[in-house]
């Protein structure tokens, strides 16, 4: 199907753009009246996710509300772990859950890897095929995964940590285990993105949301060694890495073989680019808290960072999801600034 708009795709292969392509990570959901209307209607969150016309329906939501350059399917990294044995509940006002995780060898035996996609994610490529042929080529559609490094995060510690010490315990006290079960998830984090690209995914996303708690040496070890393969593996589209709290990794990733390098907040464009070089796009990087701001203060922020771009190779997002109680007026302000700048190199 032919594209309307393929600034996003343009952008990450580092072609010309006449302006700056922009969406917000965690569009789908969270910050729409709407969503959470589709929501309610629901037993619950993972309803949503495994129910294909559902998660369409929300995942075209911000491309007619916000009128962003990109929709992201409507799914959570970790389905991953769910199909290779671990069942999750997503628990209101508290986060994802899971009974068993994976600490010790027995428990990893019990991890399977080779499954059919379809068979158990079936429901994530039926979305992006319902997704695509109702946005009838307005806009590209991106496929995502969690990194296999942030997936084990979860798969061991069972559930959300500020530190994940459970997670990090096992780097050292038996590195083997983790490097086999980062395998593992690597495997089918490979199969699920050619699921989702063969669907229709027209980029994917790898999101390493906790890449930052690791030292260089260990995430170069534990993360990086796992999204080289990743991205090594992917050449049908283009692939964004997204490592938060890597600022000491960015060179390492840029060399990886990715189209663009995601970037949060924290980290300063200018370094970035010196860092990471010409070659590679960049996706960020405002605070998510800068949509509490007025209007006019977001504006001035929003062309603030883009004044900071000293090339074209930038796609505009936020340094990481949007904030849940986020008013939608403001992410409207946010991609209208973005929209009405005029690209000066
Ligand atoms: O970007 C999008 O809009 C697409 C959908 C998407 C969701 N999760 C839906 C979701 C994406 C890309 C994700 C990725 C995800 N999920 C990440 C990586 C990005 C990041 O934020 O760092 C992580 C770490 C998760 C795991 C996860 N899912 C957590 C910790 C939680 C609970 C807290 C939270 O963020 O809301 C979720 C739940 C979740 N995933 C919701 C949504 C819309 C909220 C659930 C609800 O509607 O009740």
């Not at 996706?283 to 062309?303: F, I, V, W």
Request: aromatic fraction near 8%; charged fraction near 25%; include cysteine.
């Amino acid at each position: 199907m032919n594209l309307k708009n393929d600034l996003i795709l343009r952008a990450a292969r580092g072609e010309s753009v006449e302006r700056y392509p922009v969406w917000l990570m965690r569009q789908a959901g969270r910050i729409l009246p709407e969503y959470r209307a589709v929501r309610n209607s629901l037993s619950g969150f993972k309803e949503l996710v495994e129910t294909p016309q559902l998660a369409a329906e929300v995942t075209i939501q911000p491309v007619d509300i916000l009128d962003v350059d990109a929709a992201i399917i409507f799914s959570d990294i970790l389905v991953v772990p769910e199909a290779m044995g671990l069942e999750y509940q997503m628990i209101e006002k508290k986060g994802p859950w899971f009974e068993k995780t994976v600490c010790t060898r027995e428990q990893l035996s019990t991890i399977q890897t080779d499954f059919d996609i379809e068979d158990r994610l079936g429901y994530v490529t039926e979305a992006i095929k319902i997704t695509n042929k109702e946005l009838d080529g307005r806009v590209p559609l991106i496929g995502f995964a969690g990194a296999p490094w942030t997936i084990f995060c979860y798969m061991t510690e069972g559930q959300g940590s500020k530190t994940f010490s459970v997670s990090r315990k096992i780097l050292y006290t038996d590195p083997t285990l983790a490097h086999e079960l980062l395998q593992s998830i690597t495997d089918v984090t490979i199969k699920y993105l050619k699921a989702q690209i063969a669907a229709g995914a027209h980029m994917v996303q790898v999101f390493d949301s906790w890449a930052g708690i690791l030292g260089k040496d260990q995430y170069q070890e534990f993360g990086i060694k796992y999204l080289k393969q990743i991205a090594d593996a992917i050449n049908e589209v283009p692939v964004t890495l997204f490592s938060k709290g890597a600022f000491s990794s960015l060179k390492e990733i840029g060399e990886l073989s990715c189209n663009t390098v995601g970037l949060d907040w924290n980290m300063n464009i200018e370094q970035a680019r010196a860092l990471v070089g010409e070659t590679r796009t960049l996706q960020g990087n405002l605070d998510p808290c800068a949509l509490y701001s007025s209007h006019k203060e977001l504006e001035r922020l929003t062309n603030n960072m883009m004044e900071s771009f000293v090339s074209q190779r930038h796609i505009v997002n936020l340094g990481h999801g949007v904030y849940p109680d986020i008013d939608p007026e403001k992410v409207k302000t946010f991609i209208k600034t973005v929209k009405s700048y005029a690209i000066k190199h």
